[in-house]
């Protein structure tokens, strides 16, 4: 589905507007609740603005090789322009003391770099590739908990925000 906003420019290309009951079905039982609460965020999503577009995407597993792989999805839809790109993670969270289960949002507040990572030539590339293979989204997710009383049960998705330099000059 696409939706357009006229006021904003933006659009948003969606799948999956609600969890399909099979897809629950392959959610462990415990985090069930939070998937489909927070399925919104969690889902595949793309946002396309003037200058920036972000991309929400589920992630199945913690393996390194399906986050370059969802950024390599990304990274083709910007083939000839020079972009600026950073990566942040959803998860959740339970409390040590009540075992109460939260979901921490992916957000531009929670970027996985200080400031975005330019690419503009393949070595820029396969340096972001490399530091994002040296990453370590546990480690990640659990320097982002709101205190020590919270663990990282799992990461859920991971959102890329590319700003597109191409147009911020035409």
């Known amino acids: ?24 079905q392959n959610v462990a039982s415990p985090y069930r609740e939070i998937y489909q609460k927070h399925w919104n965020t969690i889902k595949t999503r793309v946002t396309k603005g003037r200058i920036k577009d972000v991309y929400h995407f589920p992630l199945l597993t913690v393996e390194n090789s399906e986050i370059i792989s969802r950024l390599q999805e990304v990274i083709t839809n910007y083939n000839t322009n020079r972009i600026k790109i950073n ?10 003391t009540t075992d109460v289960l939260k979901f921490f949002h992916p957000s531009n507040n929670t970027m996985v770099f200080s400031s975005p990572r330019s690419l503009s030539t393949p070595l820029d590339y396969q340096s972001l ?29 991971v959102r890329f925000d590319v700003t597109n330099l191409f147009n911020l000059f035409s």
């Open 1 to 24: 589905a696409v939706v357009s906003t006229q006021s904003t420019g933006h659009y948003y290309i969606t799948n999956n507007l609600s969890m399909s009951v099979d897809a629950l």
């Open 87 to 96: 990566v942040s993670f959803g998860f959740i969270l339970r409390n040590r």
């Open 129 to 157: 590739v490399d530091d994002l293979e040296q990453e370590d989204a546990f480690e990640f997710a659990r320097l982002q908990r709101p205190t020590t009383h919270w663990t990282v049960e799992r990461i859920v998705c």
